[in-house]
């Protein structure tokens, strides 16, 4: 294998490694919630350290690729993405951290319904898928990943709105209620960055831009 082939495939696992540790991080922030745990909490703040230490080291590896090997056409493009990649990565674990801060905050529950505990599980599924779609070369599970992330959204402005009507109601809530309302945006943030990581998954395999799509037919006219 040439050198070259083999630091591509360092670059992969390393940013395998990272989605790891990121998808550990959103579990434990789960737990943490649902336990009221601070233990886990703290947990999610001593791993968010090794993706910042991986984030760096991913970086330097890119510069090197780009600046030592001369890549072209999908190689170029993979690397191009990985930078852009490492650090949504990095972001995840920073909402993590946001999040996880708050898990003996928020109780006892405001919210009845199961929507907080769905708005994790859904975020995670997506990080999860879009980490795959990188792994597996999918462009269709990339797709699916964008997709969902108008599910999120939607369920993000329901629990939103009925945090509002809470906090309206009863002022006992609103303390709670802020809390919860930053939590929330946090997980969005998230799905905001599976959905970046697979728009970047498109363009490594089919070498044109999945964002902004609204945009492109302007361009081609």
């Excluded at 510069?63 to 490492?86: E, G």
Aim: one cysteine or more; a negative charge.
């Amino acid at each position: 294998m040439r050198q070259f082939d083999t630091e591509l495939k360092e670059l992969r696992e390393g940013i395998m490694t990272m989605a790891g540790i990121a998808e550990d991080m959103i579990d434990l922030t789960i737990q943490a919630h649902s336990e009221r745990s601070a233990s886990k909490a703290e947990q999610v703040m001593q791993q968010d350290r090794l993706l910042d230490e991986w984030e760096l080291r991913l970086d330097q590896v890119c510069i090197d690729l780009l600046a030592l090997r001369a890549p072209a056409a999908t190689d170029l493009r993979r690397i191009a993405s990985s930078l852009k990649i490492v650090p949504e990565l990095e972001r995840i674990g920073d909402h993590c951290c946001n999040i996880a801060r708050r898990a003996t905050y928020v109780h006892p529950p405001i919210l009845s319904s199961g929507s907080l505990e769905r708005l994790g599980q859904e975020t995670r599924a997506m990080v999860r898928q879009s980490v795959d779609a990188f792994v597996g070369n999918d462009a269709g599970l990339a797709r699916m990943v964008i997709q969902a992330d108008d599910s999120v959204d939607e369920l993000y402005g329901s629990i939103y709105r009925e945090l509002l009507r809470l906090m309206m109601s009863d002022p006992l809530c609103i303390e709670r209620a802020s809390h919860l309302i930053l939590v929330i945006k946090n997980w969005e943030r998230i799905a905001d960055q599976a959905t970046n990581i697979a728009e970047e998954v498109l363009f490594i395999l089919e070498g044109r831009s999945a964002k902004h799509t609204y945009l492109q037919g302007d361009a081609a006219e």
